[in-house]
């Protein structure tokens, strides 16, 4: 862990990014706006410099409504067309090469391979990592990159990183120091901050609306969970995805963190594909006292995922009751 007020050195990036030939940027399955934002807006700047660059992700096929009016999207691409060999690959906002799903194959390809992230659970899985768990956002990160770069954030640029900022930080609600200045340099490019966070985060078609009564009806409280901090977990299951888009589903989790009897938040997401597979989103928080509240990354890792000390995930198989009873094993040697 990095120690406090310390910032990772983002030279090795601008010497690969200044050098580099040709550049495929991927971004991680089931992409969020701090993927996608972040790999868009170095994209653009690729492109200007007349670097040739594509962006894609593996998951789904399609990217998501919420992030259609993303500058940059002229750069993405389907993951059949990624080429199978470029110069440089840059991974963004991936903990682990298998966060690039199918598309993980292509770091084979590459002459060198770049991976930006904020996760400190990150597996440095790049040639080169530049791996910042300070940042709140890898867009964050991103901005210093480019500003290392010496290259200008312009209004383009600063939406698909806003994007990012505005999303990982919930709103700046969990927004450490250094988030809200590089806001307010976004914003002074011209940017529209509320239509920008509206369109990702606070709209919805009306069947978020039933989906929300029949999922969060399921809703279980475990106050002994996790040594006594408590959990609360959900089950959204096939039949709950039928006419909801990946955002609707991926939204659950900030509702049910809410709960005040528990510190620690599940969702779990059955595939639209293949029955019994799930993905888990977990979250926590500190304690009312300010101590150091459960380490859901630590928790993740060891069932197979990873991401922050309060936002986290992993992917598995089996019944509710055992995915509940491998949590809850878990969460008790916290």
């Not at 990702?200 to 106050?223: E, I, K, N, Q, Y």
């Amino acid at each position: 862990m990095l120690p406090a007020g310390t910032q990772v050195d983002v030279t090795p990036a601008v010497e690969i990014l200044d050098s580099a030939r040709s550049v495929t940027i991927l971004c991680h399955v089931q992409p969020d706006a701090d993927t996608l934002g972040s790999g868009l807006a170095l994209a653009q700047v690729l492109d200007r410099r007349g670097v040739p660059v594509v962006v894609s992700f593996a998951e789904p096929a399609e990217l998501p409504v919420s992030m259609r009016s993303l500058p940059g999207t002229g750069f993405l691409v389907s993951a059949d067309r990624v080429p199978a060999e470029v110069d440089v690959l840059v991974a963004v906002d991936c903990g682990s090469a298998g966060r690039l799903g199918a598309l993980r194959d292509r770091l084979a390809g590459a002459r060198i391979s770049l991976v930006l992230d904020h996760h400190r659970s990150n597996t440095r899985f790049g040639a080169v990592n530049v791996v910042d768990e300070t940042a709140d956002s890898t867009a964050g990160l991103m901005a210093r990159v480019l500003d290392a770069w010496g290259e200008p954030l312009d209004r383009d640029v600063a939406h698909c990183l806003y994007a990012g900022l505005v999303t990982d930080t919930g709103s700046f609600k969990w927004a450490r120091p250094g988030s809200h200045a590089l806001a307010e340099r976004l914003l002074a490019t011209g940017i529209d901050g509320a239509a920008i966070t509206r369109t990702l985060m606070d709209t919805h078609p009306f069947a978020w609306l039933p989906m929300l009564s029949r999922v969060l009806g399921s809703a279980r409280l475990d106050r002994d969970a996790a040594g006594r901090a408590g959990l609360v977990h959900v089950f959204v299951r096939q039949e709950d995805l039928a006419r909801v888009r990946s955002e609707e589903v991926e939204s659950v989790i900030d509702l049910i963190r809410t709960t005040a009897e528990a510190q620690v938040a599940a969702v779990f997401k059955e595939s639209r594909q293949q029955a019994g597979q799930w993905t888990v989103s977990l979250r926590s928080h500190d304690n009312a006292d300010g101590t150091l509240g459960v380490d859901v990354a630590r928790v993740a890792m060891a069932l197979g995922g990873g991401g922050h000390r309060y936002a986290a995930g992993y992917s598995t198989a089996g019944t509710p009751e055992q995915l509940i009873a491998a949590l809850t094993a878990e969460l008790a040697r916290s």
